[in-house]
């Protein structure tokens, strides 16, 4: 109850807020959180398939702003999964996502173990019995990442006690081996899979570092569609000089033409 009191407190245009919480004929918790209008990324991707990469990162830096503002107030999601993230694409304006069950933070681990539906997403910490870090959070991150590029997790098949291995111990399969794109830079994929690094040492340093490195992307969409408008602007400004150009010369020889024959 004293943590959902904490995160009741957050404040956030990507965190549902919570409305209510208590416990139902003392025994059985429950939380009411606003309705946000919109699909889940699992929906998405069941829907629509993998989005542009150039979504896909605009996705991820939503999701760590918002992570990042939790942190600032002492909060840590611990349950970063497709399911917890709702996404809507507003033709009139920019892709938004909303961040769920902040106060449902942590699965129990017998849970985890006995569904595998709660392992695919574990972070590779509390896989390997570890403190559940902000780099843990880098490392749910990633398999989102890693999600919203091939359409699937890191890892898949098995049951919870074999993916749970699998996120211990094991790498997960290239990105570009899954899904090739000529479009995607190849660098967002190693990005990607710097986050899913098994050591935390491995990993990005902070979320922050991580939102940074992301940013670099959406900047280079900015350049080289500033790069083209600029080559059209010239091409333009050449072929209105050229025209120009052809008509003095026009005007010029039909000057000539008339002193010569007057």
């Keep these: 109850e004293s943590e959902v009191r904490k995160n009741k407190q957050l404040s956030h245009a990507n965190i549902a807020k919570i409305l209510d919480f208590g416990i139902h004929n003392g025994k059985t918790p429950y939380v009411v959180t606003e309705y946000k209008e919109g699909f889940n990324i699992e929906e998405c991707l069941s829907l629509y398939g993998p989005p542009s990469y150039d979504v896909a990162v605009k996705i991820l830096l939503a999701v760590c702003d918002t992570l990042g503002y939790a ?43 006995r569904d595998p539906w709660f392992a695919l997403f574990l972070s590779g910490d509390e896989a390997r019995g570890l403190e559940y870090t902000e780099k ?45 794109s000529n479009e995607r830079p190849s660098d967002l994929d190693e990005v990607i899979e710097k986050c899913l690094e098994k050591d935390p040492k491995d990993r990005f340093e902070s979320i922050a570092k991580f939102q940074e ?50």
């Design 71 to 113: 942190q600032k107030q002492g909060i840590m999601h611990r349950d970063i999964r497709p399911g917890n993230i709702i996404f809507s694409d507003d033709t009139n304006s920019e892709p938004s996502i909303c961040l769920t069950d902040f106060s449902l933070a942590k699965v129990k681990a017998s849970e985890e173990l």
């Design 136 to 180: 843990s959070e880098i490392y749910c991150l990633g398999s989102i990442g890693f999600l919203l590029l091939t359409a699937r997790p890191p890892f898949i098949d098995g049951s919870a006690i074999e993916l749970k291995n699998k996120h211990a111990l094991k790498l997960p399969p290239r990105i570009s081996s899954l899904k090739f």
């Design 213 to 262: 490195r992301l940013e670099v992307f959406p900047r280079r969409i900015q350049m080289r569609i500033t790069s083209a408008l600029a080559a059209r602007k010239k091409a333009k400004l050449v072929k209105v000089a050229g025209g120009a150009i052809i008509t003095a010369i026009a005007v010029c020889a039909a000057i000539s033409f008339a002193f010569m024959h007057h």
